[in-house]
């Protein structure tokens, strides 16, 4: 664009006010309480009388992202395996990248070796200790040998 001398320089200002500078994020809950009695029962409103917002904690790597990771690593070393069969090499010298572990935060019940969240392990350990009843193996989808309750007559 071409601007005369005055116009430049008043564009300048503007136009590194509106780029280059970054705005406040607008609390409109604080606007709307700040200077009445609401003000000191909102939570996390910077009004006067409220509390800041705490810190965040840092955020986990979305369980996606780690996923697609692992699936990329899976996709690259069987590119690497097939790209040595392809040249005819011994398989054992080919140098295969390792897959990362999974992160799993959940805790293993140390009675029935099933895993939980914190919270729901601090619930289920000390009933699980107490089981008298407990199958020798638990596993996912696994029968009880309990037929189905029948439905009666179709």
């Known amino acids: 664009r071409s601007f005369t001398k005055e116009a430049l320089a008043k564009h300048a ?13 607008m609390d409109v809950q604080a606007q709307r309480v700040q200077g009445t009695d609401a003000a000191k029962y ?11 917002p705490a810190a965040k904690a840092a955020p986990k ?10 699936l990329r690593q899976a996709m690259a070393s069987a590119r690497a395996v097939t790209a040595a069969q392809k040249a005819g090499k011994d ?9 990362a572990e999974e992160d799993d ?34 596993k996912a989808g696994a029968k009880t040998g309990k037929a189905p309750a029948s439905r009666g007559k179709r």
């Open 61 to 70: 790597k979305a369980k996606w992202k780690q996923e697609s990771a692992q």
């Open 42 to 52: 909102v939570k996390g409103s910077t009004a006067k009388g409220g509390k800041k």
């Open 13 to 25: 200002k503007v136009c590194t006010k509106v780029f280059v500078q970054k705005r406040k994020p």
């Open 91 to 99: 398989l054992r010298t080919v140098d295969i990248p390792q897959l």
């Open 105 to 138: 935060d959940r805790v293993p019940c140390p009675h029935c070796g099933r895993k939980f969240s914190q919270q729901a392990a601090d619930r289920h350990i000390p009933q699980c200790q107490n089981i008298k009843a407990k199958p020798s193996v638990l």
